[in-house]
């Protein structure tokens, strides 16, 4: 897995985003279209999955309370987990098989058999209705028939009148087939539906199951539990619609991670056991990443980072590797914003796409502006989770003041000038965010532990919204010309919260999980596991926030 540690503007290490690109372009890398004619290079073989996770992260020892931010303290600098695998030099195109192939993961699983049943037997319906039609129109014709006969010869009435009966005696056979058929779909529907509600009654009983601590592996279980309560992957899962996703020739964990992961969701749900030992998983784990192996604690953001990019490999539904491909500089410059992210998507999916990446997976638009000459570009990022900024001036805070600190633009000066594509010179410039393509899953972490200055750990309370997260103004699609304001609606609804408490070398994690079926909260601390009520959802101990997109 490529490494999720970078530079940050100020020299220091960091999870995230890379440091600000300059306004130039580097066409290799640049994103092409589908619709503008292609360069296209010899196929490469793709990077291996790191078994490491980068740079070392300096562990903070124990919490200093008087070295917490002071009010004039500068907030630390924002960066997204955005995985480098989506920055390599090679751009690439997506072909035209997948760019026409739509997932369709907003179906409930549950009701799979029920809608396959009432698609049966509307089809059953639509054959029987026409045999019906077929019917009348021999009735019709036969009556027809007949009838000018009638007129031909006055004296075959008799005849007439029998014809007359067998089609009214036709008609009544038909309306009682089609009673009959009527009263069938129904029946077909309530046991499809009775059948569902059982299966939802019988996993709302389950799921609510802890995990043994295997020594200091609190992070590993909380990040699981949160996982286990997404509901797209415990129906993904459940269903075993993952076995034919996956990859046995691309993924270097050739779908061994996925697959002891799911078996582990598995037994949380359809097991008998109040406490599910997740050895196994963690033994596949560190197969792949030995900086997983030992007993000392880990950081559960970089843990969830790893993990859900090795789910994503091991059933990317590529299966065979594309040719690389690149764009001349003149087309690029020809494409506008919209055509830009939209390559930009398809680019990199093109060679990995899954039903992960596209629960979780989002773009952000970056907007860099010269100071001298007001020239604006643009570039594209896709992101897994938003690693958010907490504004440490203020004493209230709420997760919409750490989102616009992100999303706010921030001036590049001095050692960090890039060159402006129009002045041809380092220009000081302003950088700012916005999000072009919202994940159906939205995961915020919030940055808590400041790299730059050890031994330090905002410990701030930040106020996040249960339901109905509004991230409305934040989308740069659909802008209304005259008033300035998005007519795009985007709500998420939280449903996991990842907490740690302590310090990054002696603290401890837990979490708060919404069972996606029963919808009541519960308090996981590995093998502890309880009811809780949404008025204690709220702490100060918040690390990672879940949330789902509304319906």
Same mark, same amino acid.
């Given at each position: 897995?490529?490494?999720?540690?970078?530079?940050?503007?100020?020299?220091?290490?960091?999870?995230?985003?890379?440091?600000?690109?300059?306004?130039?372009?580097?066409?290799?890398?640049?994103?092409?279209?589908?619709?503008?004619?292609?360069?296209?290079?010899?196929?490469?073989?793709?990077?291996?999955?790191?078994?490491?996770?980068?740079?070392?992260?300096?562990?903070?020892?124990?919490?200093?309370?008087?070295?917490?931010?002071?009010?004039?303290?500068?907030?630390?600098?924002?960066?997204?987990?955005?995985?480098?695998?989506?920055?390599?030099?090679?751009? %690439?195109?997506?072909?035209?098989?997948?760019?026409?192939?739509?997932?369709?993961?907003?179906?409930?699983?549950?009701?799979?058999?029920?809608?396959?049943?009432?698609?049966?037997?509307?089809?059953?319906?639509?054959?029987?209705?026409?045999?019906?039609?077929?019917?009348? %129109?021999?009735?019709?014709?036969?009556?027809?028939?007949?009838?000018? &006969?009638?007129?031909?010869?006055?004296?075959?009435?008799?005849?007439? #009148?029998?014809?007359?009966?067998?089609?009214?005696?036709?008609?009544?056979?038909?309306?009682?087939?089609?009673?009959?058929?009527?009263?069938?779909?129904?029946?077909?529907?309530?046991?499809?539906?009775?059948?569902?509600?059982?299966?939802?009654?019988?996993?709302?009983?389950?799921?609510?199951?802890?995990?043994?601590?295997?020594?200091?592996?609190?992070? &590993?279980?909380?990040?699981?539990?949160?996982?286990?309560?997404?509901?797209?992957?415990?129906?993904?899962?459940?269903?075993?619609?993952?076995?034919?996703?996956?990859?046995?020739?691309?993924?270097?964990?050739?779908?061994?991670?996925?697959?002891?992961?799911?078996?582990?969701?598995?037994?949380?749900?359809?097991?008998?056991?109040?406490?599910?030992?997740?050895?196994?998983?963690?033994?596949?784990?560190? %197969?792949?990443?030995?900086?997983?192996?030992?007993?000392?604690?880990?950081?559960?953001?970089?843990?969830?980072?790893?993990?859900?990019?090795?789910?994503?490999?091991?059933?990317?539904?590529?299966?065979?590797?594309?040719?690389?491909?690149?764009?001349?500089?003149?087309?690029?410059?020809? &494409?506008?914003?919209?055509?830009?992210?939209?390559?930009?998507?398809?680019?990199?999916?093109?060679?990995?796409?899954?039903?992960?990446?596209? &629960?979780?997976?989002?773009?952000?638009?970056?907007?860099?502006?010269?100071?001298?000459?007001?020239?604006?570009?643009?570039?594209?990022?896709?992101?897994?989770?938003? #690693?958010?900024?907490?504004?440490?001036?203020?004493?209230?805070?709420?997760?919409?003041?750490?989102?616009?600190?992100?999303?706010?633009?921030?001036?590049?000066?001095?050692?960090?000038?890039?060159?402006?594509?129009?002045?041809?010179?380092?220009?000081?410039?302003?950088?700012?965010?916005?999000?072009?393509?919202?994940?159906?899953?939205?995961?915020?972490?919030?940055?808590?532990?400041?790299? #730059?200055?050890?031994?330090?750990?905002?410990?701030?309370?930040?106020?996040?919204?249960?339901?109905?997260?509004?991230?409305?103004?934040?989308?740069?699609?659909?802008?209304?010309?005259?008033?300035?304001?998005?007519?795009? %609606?985007?709500?998420?609804?939280?449903?996991?919260?990842?907490?740690?408490?302590?310090?990054?070398?002696?603290?401890?994690?837990?979490?708060?999980?919404?069972?996606?079926?029963?919808?009541?909260?519960?308090?996981?601390?590995?093998?502890?596991?309880?009811?809780?009520?949404?008025?204690?959802?709220?702490?100060?101990?918040?690390?990672?926030?879940?949330?789902?997109?509304?319906?």
């Amino acid at each position: 897995m490529s490494s999720f540690s970078t530079l940050n503007r100020s020299g220091v290490v960091n999870r995230g985003r890379t440091q600000s690109p300059a306004p130039q372009r580097n066409f290799i890398s640049s994103l092409p279209s589908y619709n503008y004619p292609l360069i296209s290079q010899p196929a490469t073989k793709y990077p291996p999955l790191s078994s490491q996770r980068g740079a070392a992260v300096h562990k903070i020892s124990a919490y200093d309370q008087t070295k917490l931010p002071s009010a004039t303290s500068t907030p630390p600098p924002r960066s997204t987990s955005v995985s480098n695998r989506y920055s390599s030099n090679s751009s %690439k195109l997506i072909s035209s098989d997948l760019i026409n192939r739509h997932l369709n993961l907003d179906l409930n699983s549950l009701e799979a058999n029920t809608l396959k049943e009432l698609k049966s037997a509307k089809n059953e319906k639509i054959s029987n209705e026409n045999d019906i039609l077929t019917g009348v %129109k021999s009735i019709n014709r036969t009556s027809f028939s007949n009838q000018h &006969m009638t007129i031909k010869n006055a004296n075959t009435s008799t005849s007439t #009148a029998s014809v007359a009966s067998t089609s009214s005696s036709s008609s009544q056979s038909i309306k009682n087939n089609h009673d009959v058929l009527l009263s069938k779909i129904n029946s077909n529907y309530n046991v499809a539906k009775n059948e569902r509600l059982n299966e939802t009654n019988l996993l709302a009983d389950r799921g609510n199951v802890g995990l043994r601590n295997l020594g200091n592996t609190c992070f &590993m279980n909380s990040i699981l539990q949160c996982l286990s309560n997404t509901k797209f992957l415990v129906e993904y899962i459940l269903t075993s619609s993952y076995a034919s996703d996956l990859n046995r020739t691309l993924s270097p964990m050739k779908g061994f991670l996925f697959s002891s992961f799911a078996e582990m969701i598995k037994k949380l749900w359809k097991g008998n056991d109040s406490t599910v030992n997740p050895q196994e998983f963690r033994l596949q784990l560190i %197969k792949y990443s030995p900086s997983f192996s030992g007993y000392s604690q880990q950081d559960a953001e970089e843990f969830l980072t790893y993990l859900i990019k090795g789910l994503h490999e091991d059933v990317n539904l590529v299966k065979i590797k594309p040719a690389n491909y690149s764009i001349d500089e003149k087309i690029w410059d020809k &494409m506008n914003d919209q055509e830009k992210s939209d390559a930009h998507w398809k680019v990199n999916f093109r060679c990995e796409r899954s039903r992960i990446s596209d &629960m979780f997976v989002g773009q952000l638009k970056s907007t860099l502006r010269c100071i001298k000459c007001e020239y604006k570009s643009t570039t594209f990022e896709l992101f897994w989770d938003l #690693a958010v900024p907490i504004p440490t001036r203020s004493t209230s805070i709420k997760l919409d003041d750490c989102i616009k600190l992100f999303m706010s633009e921030e001036i590049l000066d001095g050692d960090n000038k890039p060159v402006c594509s129009n002045c041809k010179e380092k220009r000081r410039c302003a950088k700012g965010y916005s999000i072009e393509k919202p994940p159906k899953i939205l995961v915020i972490h919030l940055k808590r532990f400041l790299r #730059a200055r050890f031994n330090n750990k905002i410990s701030l309370p930040v106020e996040y919204p249960i339901n109905g997260l509004d991230i409305s103004k934040y989308l740069n699609c659909n802008i209304d010309p005259i008033s300035g304001q998005n007519n795009t %609606k985007c709500i998420y609804d939280l449903y996991g919260i990842s907490l740690h408490s302590g310090t990054e070398s002696s603290g401890h994690y837990v979490a708060y999980c919404k069972n996606p079926f029963t919808k009541k909260w519960y308090y996981f601390n590995d093998q502890s596991v309880k009811e809780i009520q949404t008025s204690a959802l709220q702490s100060s101990n918040a690390y990672i926030l879940f949330y789902q997109l509304r319906d």
